[in-house]
């Protein structure tokens, strides 16, 4: 599974949707839309700061995850979004298990 969590910035288009429908169930409908993709939505919140929401989620890949966020931008409602792909913990004790086996040479090495 790709399990990540991503920053968006919303248009006003979204505000004004939002404003005209304040009884519309955000979570439910990113988390609906995780899981047409196969996902499952951790997490839905607004922020304060440079970003207007956060979600994070996971999908069988990273595709099916950002089909989502493509689908939103599509429909005009997302203008950014910074994805921060999530790593598990034992994924990096893996890695840094390896890391000693790799041929690597610094520069000037």
């Not at 995780?34 to 999908?59: L, N, Q």
Request: proline letters at 5%; aromatic letters at 10%.
């Amino acid at each position: 599974m790709y399990t990540a969590v991503a920053n968006v910035k919303v248009t006003p288009a979204y505000w004004e949707a939002l404003m005209q429908n304040p009884d519309s169930d955000r979570a439910a409908a990113i988390a609906q839309a995780m899981a047409s993709v196969g996902g499952k939505m951790h997490f839905f919140a607004f922020t304060h700061g440079k970003w207007d929401a956060i979600v994070a989620g996971e999908a069988p890949t990273e595709a099916a995850f950002m089909s989502v966020i493509a689908k939103a931008w599509m429909a005009g409602m997302i203008q950014d979004v910074e994805t921060i792909p999530c790593i598990a913990q034992k994924t990096v004790t893996e890695v840094m298990s390896s890391a000693g086996n790799a041929d690597y040479k610094a520069p000037g090495q």
